[in-house]
């Protein structure tokens, strides 16, 4: 097979903030993989996230220059893959379409099937954040995610009691994503002060590597809590078994770019299955190439909460694709083609 990667950068229509980072463009680099005989041609996504991925942009792009090369040398690509989630996940995805026959399906699925979303609320001015909350919810998302940690608490808490206040418990989840916001020994006091608003569950609400903190909190926590960035770098399946049995969380939250590309997050699906551990799948802000194959892995799956894949409108120069979101479900839409011109410079 021939291997070649292409660089490319995303760029979001207004800037993407955590309260971590503010994100206004992304790399990626699409790996396109030919079949020996030519008749099929596969594409696969690497789309790190600098400063929370593990693989640095100098590194990354040293092992890409270098590819082909690696290829025939599968013990060292092998040790570069292990650390390099989002280079194993676009490798993983370009076999995998190429075996499939090369038509952008790296998994045989039935289409039909919706994923029901949950809709993301990016940090912005409080006003915002609640108009668009309401946005979501006019759509027909009946979950909705926020983004906290960066405003003071007494105007996020002030945020939440004005969306109860119009939307009960019985009309929308509330998720909330941390993203490792606040100090371990004051989250349990902020936790309890969400839970007043009825949450379903929160992401990341300390900084990854601290399992202790974190153990006490899932066990004391009166709102569920979901692991994520605690997810990363953690490779091996006796780490996982260590961490999930530390930490017991309520939810974890897996991301193939971020998470050991799909092998590694079925090894976390099958811990949390002996553990009765829930999980949904997210976007690492991928673009629909990415996003495409993470549909095409979760569809494989039986798993009925609301997803977090509905990124792909987050960029003005994405990826034409058949996907789209409509009434809070992504739908593959049967009349619509992919444009991959832009992948054939």
Same mark, same amino acid.
């Not at 379903?200 to 994520?228: F, N, T, V, Y």
């Not at 091996?236 to 017991?248: A, F, G, P, Y």
């Not at 939810?251 to 092998?263: A, E, N, S």
């Not at 997050?265 to 976007?283: F, Y």
């Given at each position: 097979?021939?291997?070649?990667?292409?660089?490319?950068?995303?760029?979001?229509?207004?800037?993407?903030?955590?309260?971590?980072?503010?994100?206004?463009?992304?790399?990626?680099?699409?790996?396109?993989?030919?079949?020996?005989?030519?008749?099929?041609?596969?594409?696969?996504?690497?789309?790190?996230?600098?400063?929370?991925?593990?693989?640095?942009?100098?590194?990354?792009?040293?092992?890409?220059?270098?590819?082909?090369?690696?290829?025939?040398? /599968?013990?060292?690509?092998?040790?570069?893959?292990?650390?390099?989630?989002?280079?194993?996940?676009?490798?993983?995805?370009?076999?995998?379409?190429?075996?499939?026959?090369?038509?952008?399906? /790296?998994?045989?699925?039935?289409?039909?099937?919706?994923?029901?979303? %949950?809709?993301?609320?990016?940090?912005?001015?409080?006003?915002?954040?609640?108009?668009?909350?309401?946005?979501?919810?006019?759509?027909?998302?009946?979950?909705?995610?926020?983004?906290?940690?960066?405003? /003071?608490?007494?105007?996020? +808490?002030?945020?939440?009691?004005?969306?109860?206040?119009?939307?009960?418990?019985?009309?929308?989840?509330?998720?909330?994503?941390?993203?490792?916001?606040?100090?371990?020994?004051?989250?349990?006091?902020?936790?309890?002060?969400?839970?007043?608003?009825?949450?379903?569950?929160?992401?990341?609400?300390?900084?990854?590597?601290?399992?202790?903190?974190?153990?006490?909190?899932?066990?004391?926590?009166?709102?569920?809590?979901?692991?994520?960035?605690?997810?990363?770098?953690?490779?091996?399946?006796?780490?996982?078994?260590?961490? +999930?049995?530390?930490?017991?969380?309520?939810?974890?939250?897996?991301?193939?770019?971020?998470?050991?590309?799909?092998?590694?997050?079925?090894?976390?699906?099958?811990?949390?299955?002996?553990?009765?551990?829930?999980?949904?799948?997210?976007?690492? +802000?991928?673009?629909?190439?990415?996003? %495409?194959?993470?549909?095409?892995?979760?569809?494989?799956?039986?798993?009925?909460?609301?997803?977090?894949?509905?990124?792909?409108?987050?960029?003005?120069?994405?990826?034409?694709?058949?996907?789209?979101?409509?009434?809070?479900?992504? +739908?593959?839409?049967?009349?619509?083609?992919?444009?991959?011109? /832009?992948?054939?410079?």
């Amino acid at each position: 097979m021939s291997y070649r990667f292409q660089h490319h950068v995303l760029r979001f229509h207004k800037p993407a903030k955590t309260s971590r980072d503010t994100l206004n463009a992304r790399d990626v680099y699409y790996l396109r993989v030919e079949s020996p005989d030519g008749q099929h041609v596969g594409w696969g996504e690497c789309a790190p996230i600098w400063g929370l991925s593990p693989e640095s942009k100098p590194e990354l792009e040293s092992v890409i220059a270098r590819f082909p090369e690696l290829m025939k040398n /599968p013990e060292a690509l092998q040790s570069y893959l292990d650390r390099m989630p989002s280079l194993k996940f676009a490798l993983e995805t370009a076999l995998l379409d190429v075996v499939n026959g090369g038509e952008m399906h /790296p998994f045989h699925v039935d289409l039909m099937q919706p994923i029901i979303l %949950n809709g993301l609320v990016w940090m912005d001015d409080i006003p915002a954040m609640i108009a668009s909350c309401r946005e979501k919810v006019e759509q027909r998302f009946y979950t909705v995610k926020f983004k906290v940690g960066s405003f /003071p608490l007494e105007e996020e +808490l002030a945020m939440l009691q004005a969306i109860r206040s119009e939307f009960s418990e019985d009309q929308l989840d509330i998720r909330l994503d941390a993203n490792g916001a606040y100090p371990a020994d004051q989250a349990l006091e902020i936790l309890d002060r969400f839970s007043r608003y009825r949450i379903h569950s929160i992401e990341q609400p300390i900084r990854q590597g601290q399992w202790e903190e974190m153990a006490r909190l899932c066990e004391k926590s009166p709102i569920p809590i979901a692991l994520d960035e605690e997810l990363i770098g953690v490779n091996e399946l006796k780490q996982k078994q260590q961490l +999930l049995d530390t930490i017991r969380p309520q939810f974890i939250v897996l991301k193939p770019t971020l998470h050991g590309g799909f092998y590694g997050c079925d090894e976390w699906i099958a811990l949390t299955n002996e553990r009765r551990i829930q999980w949904w799948a997210t976007s690492a +802000l991928e673009s629909n190439i990415g996003l %495409n194959a993470i549909a095409h892995w979760f569809l494989t799956k039986k798993n009925d909460l609301p997803q977090g894949l509905g990124t792909g409108s987050l960029y003005a120069n994405n990826i034409q694709s058949p996907w789209v979101v409509y009434k809070g479900m992504l +739908l593959w839409d049967e009349d619509a083609r992919w444009n991959l011109q /832009p992948l054939e410079r």
